[in-house]
């Protein structure tokens, strides 16, 4: 699976890319019909230090794209967060699919 990764106001960091992939190629696994996807991390001055490390994840499948953001304290929060979300949608197309 092909992962593109896309920096906003933040440096570049291998420790990111390394523990995105190694995340979303253990969801691959348990759901093949992933084609890409395309993460990005973007930081934001926020009112409260809870918030403004960003992660996004767009997860294309086929005829359709997933999509979940979340923002935390720190990108590792952020990732686990986002990471929830893209399994409960993936859980859910999955189970569409194997209904039809």
């Known amino acids: 699976m092909d992962i593109n990764f896309e920096?906003?106001?933040?440096?570049a960091s291998q420790r990111l890319e390394q523990s995105t992939t190694e995340k979303l190629n253990a969801l691959s696994e348990r759901y093949s019909f992933?084609?890409?996807?395309?993460?990005?991390?973007?930081?934001?001055?926020?009112?409260?230090?809870?918030?403004?490390?960003?992660?996004?994840m767009r997860i294309n499948i086929?005829?359709?794209?997933?999509?979940?953001?979340?923002?935390?304290?720190?990108?590792?929060?952020?990732?686990?967060?986002t990471m929830t979300e893209v399994k409960r949608q993936l859980q859910k197309k999955k189970d569409k699919m194997q209904t039809h």
């Not at 920096?7 to 440096?11: G, L, M, Q, R, T």
Request: charged fraction near 30%; charge should be negative.
């Open 62 to 81: 086929p005829k359709d794209r997933l999509f979940a953001e979340t923002s935390s304290s720190s990108f590792d929060k952020a990732i686990a967060e």
């Open 34 to 56: 992933m084609v890409d996807a395309d993460v990005y991390f973007k930081k934001e001055n926020t009112s409260t230090d809870e918030t403004g490390m960003i992660c996004g």
């Open 7 to 11: 920096y906003n106001n933040v440096k």
